[in-house]
């Protein structure tokens, strides 16, 4: 099945710093790729996500960009705030083909602390 | 719109005791999954449901652990005796379509002693 390798963190930035949390994913084919967010407290959500080589994922000033040629999908924001102090997840499908998706495999998360 | 909820958020069991954990996913998703993280390792995958079916139950770890969905609303996933391996957060996450866009539930922290 698919995979993918996150950098483990834990980040600790201070307000506006540039923010990169590395992603990287063994899969077949070229699968759907997932940035998932757990603000403290909550459940997980969508960050953003890019559906084929090339695409930017996008979203609260976070990017991401899919990378078929170094099966790369990193995080990125230009300038953080205090405000986005929490756990991010990178993730794929588990397998090739429709059915995967929805059954998607995590990275270990990456804990971000930013502060004032 | 109410949103995946979960219960309990955080049940404390000896091992060898049972705990059922309960999720409500948002109203109209087909779509119910069930994953666990264990010791702030990767979120895991559990199984599947489709309606009130089992579409995909591989990710469960053996025959200790039951997921039920009640007519295609509700599940509740029951540990039947409960190891100390078991503890971690056990999530839920609801989609209308099998899309990767999941709705996911704050959690239901397992701790077996």
């Known amino acids: 099945g698919n995979s993918v390798t996150q950098m483990e963190g834990p980040v600790t930035l201070s307000e506006e710093a540039f923010l990169t949390i590395n992603c990287t994913y063994t899969a077949t084919g070229y699968p759907s790729l997932f940035w998932y967010v757990q603000y403290p407290g909550e459940g997980l959500q969508l960050l953003l996500k890019?559906?084929?080589?090339?695409d930017k994922g996008s979203n609260k000033g976070f990017e991401a960009t899919y990378r078929k040629e170094t099966t790369s999908f990193h995080l990125e924001k230009g300038s953080v705030q205090v405000s986005d102090s929490a756990v991010y997840f990178c993730?794929?499908?588990?397998?090739?083909?429709?059915?995967?998706?929805?059954?998607?495999?995590f990275g270990q998360g990456t804990i971000l602390t930013v502060h004032p | 719109e109410a949103g995946v909820t979960q219960f309990p958020s955080h049940s404390v069991i000896e091992k060898g005791q049972t705990v059922t954990l309960r999720c409500d996913p948002i109203s109209g998703h087909d779509n119910l999954y069930w994953y666990r993280r264990v010791m702030g390792k990767e979120i895991k995958f559990l199984l599947h449901?489709?309606?009130?079916?089992?579409?995909?139950e591989s990710g469960m770890p053996n025959n200790r652990f039951l997921a039920e969905r009640t007519g295609g609303t509700y599940s509740t996933l029951k540990v039947q005796p409960a190891e100390l391996e078991d503890s971690g957060v056990y999530f839920c996450?609801?989609?209308?379509?099998?899309?990767?866009?999941?709705?996911f539930g704050e959690g239901s922290r397992l701790t077996v002693l």
């Open positions: 449901f489709v309606k009130e079916s089992k579409q995909d």
């Open positions: 890019a559906t084929k080589a090339d």
């Open positions: 996450a609801s989609s209308p379509f099998a899309t990767g866009e999941l709705f």
């Open positions: 993730a794929l499908p588990r397998g090739a083909g429709g059915t995967s998706y929805g059954k998607l495999t």
